[in-house]
């Protein structure tokens, strides 16, 4: 199976925090709640697709689409 980012989720899917691609942005991330082993699940999209909304840690959590591309997640089954 092909590794997926959270900028990969459709509206309404949730998959769990894996690792982070991105040393630096994982520190931002890490401390806004985005913890491995967490769950998310894509709340909602800008109608031009940037930023996104997230459900992460009981609360909704906008980022940039590149900043989701650096969170690396498992589908839940």
Same mark, same amino acid.
């Given at each position: 199976?092909? #590794? ?7 509206? !309404? ?13 994982? @520190?931002?991330? @890490?401390?806004? !709640? $985005?913890?491995? !082993?967490?769950?998310? $699940?894509?709340?909602? #999209? ?6 996104? $909304?997230?459900?992460?840690? !009981?609360? $909704? ?17």
């Amino acid at each position: 199976m092909s #590794k997926r980012s959270v900028a990969d989720l459709k509206i !309404g899917e949730r998959a769990t925090i894996e690792s982070f691609n991105n040393q630096l942005m994982s @520190l931002k991330l @890490l401390e806004m !709640g $985005c913890l491995p !082993g967490a769950e998310v $699940c894509l709340h909602s #999209k800008a109608p031009l697709g940037d930023p996104i $909304c997230l459900n992460v840690a !009981g609360y $909704c959590l906008a980022m940039r689409k590149s900043e989701a591309a650096t969170i690396m997640i498992q589908n839940e089954d």
